[in-house]
């Protein structure tokens, strides 16, 4: 299921990401996700200016700042969120050898995103 797309933020890094889309409809390790997908352009392997821990960095400021934030109110709570970050639009589900991604999975915990290792 798509909820949104479409919308810019800027990181704290300085990039700009594009939201992708937010899927809910497919389960994580540990039950209820929802998945963040965004276009992150500057961490292309070729030209990119964010490395993977600056990407991590920028990942957890989306969880905690972007992500929680729109948690649903009534209905189920997710057991985790997990942010990801593709220099192109690969397809959810399918890989891409030439893409650059990122992901990061976290639970919720007290109001707060706790990383979790995959």
């Known amino acids: 299921m798509q909820a949104e797309t479409g919308g ?5 890094s300085g990039q700009e990401v594009t939201l992708l889309e937010v899927i809910s409809n497919v389960p994580g390790a540990y039950g209820l996700a929802l998945r963040y997908r965004f276009l992150a352009p500057e961490v292309a392997r070729e030209g990119g200016t964010v490395d993977a821990e600056t990407a991590g ?6 969880c905690q700042t972007y992500a929680l934030p729109k948690l649903p109110v009534n209905g189920p ?18 890989s891409d050898p030439e893409a650059t991604q990122f992901f990061n999975a976290y639970s919720i915990e007290a109001g707060n995103c706790l990383w979790e290792p995959f």
């Open 8 to 12: 810019k933020v800027v990181l704290p």
């Open 57 to 62: 960095a920028d990942m957890d400021w989306l």
């Open 77 to 94: 709570m997710p057991a985790e969120i997990i942010i990801s970050m593709s220099d192109r639009d690969v397809p959810f589900g399918e």
